[in-house]
């Protein structure tokens, strides 16, 4: 039922660029700080090719964010590709809040777990013991 998505080149391009610009950076110096090239540093953010993982736990450690932020951005637009993946793309466009809702409640559900989601949707006040 869960599949893991595939990250996108070019959205995973985008976020290094934006790491590269907030830290204020020549693909130069970019590249030297993480030991590629220029122009591999380039085909990475200009989305020509995937950055491999080990490149991204590099960027990671340098700007803080976790690795799985470069592949698909924050929660709620991993739950929004997921959600179009599985062909929901009308319902999210009449309802664009609904990723953020969901991630709400994931974070809402971790936070105080003795309240949880039962299987017919309603809220269980307590634990099973």
């Known amino acids: 039922m869960f599949e893991i998505l595939k990250p996108d080149k070019k959205s995973v391009g985008r976020r290094l660029r934006q790491v590269k610009d907030e830290l204020n950076l020549s693909f130069t110096d970019f590249g030297n700080r993480l ?21 991204l736990e590099k960027v990671s450690k340098i700007y803080g964010k976790p690795v799985g932020w470069f592949y698909y951005g924050e929660l ?7 959600l179009r993946k599985l062909g929901y793309g009308k319902f999210l466009d009449e309802y664009p809040e609904t990723p953020l809702k969901i991630k709400d409640e994931l974070f809402r559900i971790k936070t105080n777990p003795i309240q949880s989601v039962t299987i017919s949707g309603g809220v269980s006040i307590g634990t099973f013991e």
Do not use: H
């Open 35 to 55: 030991g590629l090239k220029k122009s591999t540093i380039n085909a990475y953010v200009r989305g020509d090719n995937l950055a491999p993982l080990e490149v």
């Open 76 to 82: 709620e637009e991993y739950i929004e590709l997921y």
